[in-house]
């Protein structure tokens, strides 16, 4: 019964995650510079934004930077998690939620 239930509040998390206008991640860089990721859209970053050195990505959200404008080539994907962006080079990002596993709903 137990497991039924973090189960049940784990895809509840997911369901509300899915909602319209909801911040899937921010971007961190100079000078206290934050930008916040909706969900579920494509970001094409500005040459006038300073560089972002680190992402933080939302629970059960994964989120995917691009080499392009568009989301268009993939660099690299994160799951939940604060990672380092400063070396990477990329242009747009897209984040989606994402299925939590039966390891993550279990915790």
């Known amino acids: 019964m137990r497991y039924f239930?973090?189960?049940s509040v784990a895809f509840a998390?997911?369901?509300?995650?899915?909602?319209?206008?909801f911040i899937a991640a921010v971007f961190?860089?100079?000078?206290?510079?934050?930008?916040?990721?909706?969900?579920?859209?494509?970001?094409?970053l500005k040459k006038s934004q300073p560089i972002f050195y680190e992402i933080e990505v939302g629970v059960?959200?994964?989120?995917?930077l691009y080499k392009n404008l568009k989301c268009e080539d993939e660099v690299k994907s994160f799951h939940a998690g604060v990672f380092d962006v400063e070396d990477l080079s990329f242009k747009s990002v897209r984040c989606t939620p994402s299925t939590p596993s039966m390891e993550d709903a279990a915790q």
């Open 13 to 21: 998390s997911a369901a509300v995650a899915q909602s319209d206008g």
């Open 5 to 7: 239930s973090l189960l």
């Open 60 to 64: 059960f959200i994964t989120c995917k």
């Open 28 to 44: 961190y860089g100079e000078g206290d510079y934050e930008l916040d990721i909706e969900g579920d859209k494509c970001v094409n």
